[in-house]
């Protein structure tokens, strides 16, 4: 059963605070993710995306319910580096050049991807890091630091970062909400490149329902106060998806979709936060 | 441009465009430092003081020695400068490095061990901002005339902004940072040496640019209080000022003052070296 179930989240509770002052971030998230899928997740602003996504992370643990990556505890299949991050800032280090940035992550906990390669199931060899970046077109920023770059490019060097990892899920808290919106297309499609020789599960936090229809196989809408999924919506649109398609009637169609339930959610009353 | 340059132009805006051709030609033709944009001013105001120094020192001979007294007693000795220079600068940087070893070991402990910050922070802010040299004199009563006073008394005045700035600087990591690295299970050694103690360098370098010259501060004071056993500049001008030799104390001064200034100059480069990358630094247009 874990075989194809890459994330599985069960009764998933997340409180901030405590007394009067707490604030319910999760109430009873259930949600379980297929091996291979990309799934947005979009909501409002404070419905606990981040949250989640963390909880995936292992970056926090849930106060009730469980969480459940690759089988196993999001903490071990952190140990096993099977996790991509790309948090919404680039996160570089500004005195690493931009290819020592994204080889750091193979240089820490050095154990995990000795057991990985060693492995017979998913031996891979380690990616050449500098074919990664040329497939983005970073080839003239691979020895520039991040100063040099623009905001584009910078969050491209994140993506190749956690790429590099060669992840079975990668986490993604709105990596391109800071961009324009050309630089968020092109990056879009990059994304969309680079997944594709992948077996990657991606979770990707959006604010942009256009961005969640044309990049996700599935669709998690939340809504806030407290915290929670109110709908998951399948994108049933043909891969690869290239921009001629976004005018279609079927693209409209699930932006739509996805809009109604944002605003039934926005509409309907506050569930009580005492549970 | 060079026909500008050439033809005296009269209106005033030709001649507004010559003067600032001529002055990008400047530009190209010398290095920055040799421009007189650059030194004229501080050479001016070196010039004025110089005046007004000998000014102050004719009408009040008691008060500060002519400048060329101060040249000639330089003059006279030069070598007891210099060997006297040699020892408080000793007693400075043996004091800033045991400082820093202890200062260093103990930022990592308190930015690593929450217990640790909150029992010795408190501590280390009030400390930092006590005057320390204070204690010079108990600590010659307790150790005597030899080099441990001095040590001691450099040591302590450079130990907290060492401490202090080194214990934010490892802090200072985004949180983003930390949790792209904790994804992948980076040690905790593994973290503070990638991530934390580069993040560090720039605090670092603040605090090195405040204590390179507060340890010859240091050095002196506490040589000051245990004169005439031990040597150093600071005993020296004790020495002189009980024998009323103003131009011997003075020119003690001038030599303190220079070794601070070159400390400070030496920290000021290898910051630029080692923190190009900083944003500090990324800009150099001024
Ligand atoms: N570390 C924290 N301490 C206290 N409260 C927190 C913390 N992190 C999040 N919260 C609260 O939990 C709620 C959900 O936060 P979260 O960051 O997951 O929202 P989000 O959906 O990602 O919002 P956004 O779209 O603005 O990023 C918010 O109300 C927030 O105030
Ligand atoms: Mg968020």
């Known amino acids: 059963m874990a075989a194809n179930t890459a994330i599985r989240i069960a009764e998933a509770r997340k409180v901030y605070g405590s007394g009067s002052s707490a604030m319910v971030a999760l109430h009873d998230v259930d949600l379980e993710i297929p091996t291979g899928r990309f799934v947005s997740i979009i909501g409002p602003s404070g419905c606990g995306k981040s949250t989640l996504l963390r909880l995936i992370a292992d970056l926090e643990t849930p106060d009730a319910g469980s969480v459940e990556v690759l089988g196993g505890s999001a903490a071990d299949a952190c140990d096993g580096k099977h996790v991509g991050f790309v948090p919404q800032s680039p996160a570089l280090l500004p005195w690493l050049n931009v290819l020592h940035n994204v080889t750091l992550p193979h240089k820490v906990n050095r154990g995990a991807s000795r057991k990985r390669r060693a492995g017979a199931a998913d031996a891979r060899p380690m990616p050449d890091m500098e074919q990664l970046l040329r497939a983005v077109g970073l080839d003239d920023a691979m020895h520039k630091l991040p100063s040099e770059l623009s905001g584009g490019m910078q969050q491209r060097v994140a993506i190749v970062r956690a790429m590099g990892l060669q992840p079975d899920v990668l986490l993604m808290d709105e990596p391109f909400s800071a961009l324009d919106e050309f630089t968020r297309e092109a990056l879009q499609e990059q994304l969309l490149d680079l997944w594709d020789d992948t077996t990657a599960t991606v979770v990707f936090v959006t604010h942009s329902v256009s961005e969640a229809v044309r990049l996700s196989d599935q669709v998690v809408v939340m809504a806030p106060r407290p915290g929670r999924i109110i709908d998951v919506i399948d994108v049933d649109l043909p891969r690869p998806r290239r921009w001629d398609r976004f005018t279609s009637d079927a693209f409209h169609h699930y932006e739509n979709l996805i809009r109604e339930c944002l605003q039934s959610a926005w509409h309907s009353p506050d569930l009580p936060s005492a549970a | ?286």
């Open chain 2, 1 to 286: 441009m060079t026909t500008l340059e050439s033809s005296a132009a009269p209106s005033a805006a030709a001649m507004t465009a010559a003067s600032a051709s001529a002055r990008e030609g400047a530009a190209r033709r010398f290095p920055k430092f040799l421009r007189p944009s650059r030194w004229a001013p501080i050479v001016v105001m070196v010039v004025v003081l110089a005046v007004l120094w000998q000014l102050v020192a004719e009408a009040m001979p008691y008060l500060l020695p002519p400048l060329d007294a101060v040249g000639k007693a330089l003059a006279s000795n030069p070598l007891y400068y210099l060997e006297n220079a040699w020892i408080t600068l000793q007693e400075a940087l043996i004091g800033l490095a045991i400082a820093f070893v202890c200062s260093s070991v103990l930022a990592v402990a308190v930015s690593e061990v929450p217990v640790i910050r909150r029992a010795v922070m408190p501590v280390a802010v009030v400390l930092n901002v006590t005057p320390l040299v204070a204690i010079a004199p108990a600590l010659v009563v307790a150790f005597g005339f030899g080099p441990e006073p001095k040590l001691i008394v450099t040591a302590l005045i450079c130990f907290f902004p060492i401490l202090i700035n080194l214990t934010v600087g490892l802090r200072s990591v985004p949180t983003p940072v930390l949790q792209l690295y904790r994804t992948v299970h980076a040690s905790r050694a593994e973290l503070l040496w990638h991530v934390r103690a580069p993040s560090a360098l720039p605090y670092l370098f603040a605090a090195l640019k405040i204590v390179f010259p507060l340890s010859i501060v240091g050095a002196v004071v506490a040589e000051m209080f245990a004169p005439g056993a031990a040597d150093g500049l600071g005993t020296a001008i004790s020495l002189a000022s009980s024998n009323n030799q103003l131009a011997v104390v003075y020119t003690s001064i001038f030599i303190l003052a220079l070794m601070g200034a070159s400390l400070l100059a030496i920290v000021t480069a290898v910051e630029r070296r080692v923190l190009h990358w900083h944003e500090t630094h990324r800009s150099e247009s001024e």
